[in-house]
């Protein structure tokens, strides 16, 4: 392949994960029951996980077990220390420090053991980057409080990420508040909204009214945590964490290009508060005309103007397209908006792969919000086969490289600021949309099933070894 641009010196190359999908463990150290340990197993064929009110006997709960991190990761650190990882992100198991998630004072053994894994990666010279809230809120605050609809999610999320900041805040300089705030605009979909905010639907209540009122309450919270952080420790980098999904318009006619704007402005209004600290207009006009009624209360815009984020983290997997609307209404509704784009092609989960996406939206992001980006996901999930104990994933580097090829021109030739390239992941780990073990997305290879059997061991594939020279020659060795 043609070489790589140089890219800078300070650039964060490394690799992520989220505690849920990795760590297993998951009544160990005090740890309470999340949302992902109720949540059981799905397939390509039916994605949809159900959840269970409690642990039922038969089911396959295969967050239960991840690929036994919490067990194993001094030596696999020690495996991303080979492949030259500068930075490690996962996210901290909110149910490890506060099980239920309204305690008032935290597991003391959960904190040892981010301690731990913290040190082990500043030993191995790794950042760590580390998202508060990863799919993993306390299944107790879901049951009992009515999830993140209810007000009172905000204290106790701002204790807990209270807590991390003045715990770790001298071994972890950059942050994230909230994983895919965004992805809960497919509220039709019950799963964005059972896993980004513990939302179980009433009879007759309104999801997308829902939607907005959880998302309201995470957004003040993200921006009191943002707050704290920096007066516990003015250094700290707390950002916000977007899917970022270019939706395209399918032609150059005028509707189509106004249908592909609204959903680009539905989808990342997140962004725009995170970033610019106020909700932007459209939303406003749209919440009266549909009779919404978003409780907001009285301080709630001073803070979201004071807390904004430092940066922004994405990540980039697929692209979009939209067109016009049969009943002419420029409204969005993602689960019935989207159109295939015939100009790509798909993964076999049915991902749109769109490396040129990647470079388009880094620069809308830019022109939009003008902060620093740190990608922290990308990747392919795909089958791997493994022969003679090898796995040549040449589909995996094929994904990556025209990637990062795309990121490298958007920083070097079209000088948008990211700071750093979090691939997902450099290690298989459990699927958060199916919870399959066979959707595999790492460098390296878990001798894992779908239902938790094989030896555990850990295999270096083809893309361990191309991502390794990426990184050694500054992004020039694709
Ligand atoms: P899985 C949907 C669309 C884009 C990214 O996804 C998404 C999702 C939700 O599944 O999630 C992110 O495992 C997420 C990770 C997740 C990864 O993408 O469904 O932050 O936790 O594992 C890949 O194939």
Redesign the pocket.
């Known amino acids: 392949m043609t070489t790589g641009l140089k890219m800078p010196n300070n650039f964060l190359w490394g690799g992520a994960v989220?505690a849920h999908?990795v760590e297993g463990g998951w009544q160990d150290g005090g740890k309470g029951v999340s949302i992902a340990d109720v949540m059981a197993a799905a397939s390509r064929e039916h994605p949809q996980r159900e959840v269970t009110d409690t642990v039922e006997p038969g089911k396959v709960y295969p967050n239960h077990w991840g690929i036994d991190f919490y067990h194993k990761y001094s030596q696999d650190i020690n495996l991303f220390a080979e492949l030259g990882m500068q930075a490690f992100r996962t996210s901290i198991a909110w149910t490890r420090i506060y099980p239920n998630g309204d305690e008032k004072t935290p597991n003391a053994a959960g904190l040892a053991y981010y301690h731990d894994m913290f040190a082990k990666l500043h030993a191995q010279g790794i950042e760590p980057v580390i998202t508060l809230s990863?799919?993993e809120m306390p299944y107790h605050l879901v049951k009992e409080y009515g999830g993140w609809r209810n007000r009172k999610l905000i204290d106790f999320f701002v204790r807990f990420a209270t807590t991390c900041f003045e715990e770790f805040h001298d071994e972890v300089r950059y942050w994230m508040t909230f994983?895919?705030i965004d992805?809960q605009t497919s509220w039709r979909d019950p799963h964005p909204l059972l896993q980004n905010s513990g939302l179980q639907l009433n009879p007759g209540e309104n999801a997308e009214e829902a939607m907005f009122q959880a998302t309201h309450n995470e957004l003040v919270a993200s921006a009191q945590a943002v707050l704290a952080a920096h007066k516990i420790d003015p250094q700290l980098q707390v950002g916000g964490m977007l899917?970022m999904v270019p939706i395209y318009p399918l032609t150059a006619k005028p509707e189509d290009q106004m249908a592909a704007m609204r959903a680009m402005q539905y989808r990342y209004y997140f962004g725009d508060v995170q970033v610019q600290g106020k909700y932007p207009s459209w939303i406003k006009a749209y919440w009266e005309q549909k009779g919404y009624q978003v409780k907001v209360s009285a301080s709630d815009a001073d803070i979201l103007r004071r807390g904004t984020v430092d940066y922004m983290g994405m990540?980039y997997?697929m692209s979009f397209a939209t067109k016009e609307r049969a009943d002419g209404k420029v409204e969005y509704d993602e689960a019935k908006d989207l159109t295939d784009n015939p100009t790509l092609q798909k993964s076999d989960?049915g991902w749109q792969i769109d490396p040129v996406g990647l470079r388009w939206i880094l620069n809308w992001m830019q022109d939009r919000w003008r902060k620093p980006i740190m990608i922290v996901?990308n990747g392919f999930?795909a089958y791997d086969k493994v022969e003679d104990g090898k796995i040549h994933d040449n589909y995996r580097i094929d994904y990556l490289r025209a990637h990062v090829a795309e990121l490298e021109k958007a920083v070097v030739v079209d000088g948008v600021n990211v700071i750093g390239y979090m691939m997902?992941s450099p290690i298989d780990l459990i699927?958060?949309?199916?919870g399959e073990m066979a959707?595999r997305?790492g460098l390296i290879y878990v001798d894992q099933d779908d239902k938790g059997q094989g030896s555990g061991e850990r295999l270096r594939k083809d893309s361990f070894y191309w991502y390794q020279k990426v990184i050694q020659s500054d992004g020039v060795d694709l």
């Open positions: 989220a999908q990863h799919f994983n895919e992805n899917a990540s997997y989960w996901e999930g997902w699927s958060a949309s199916t959707k997305y």
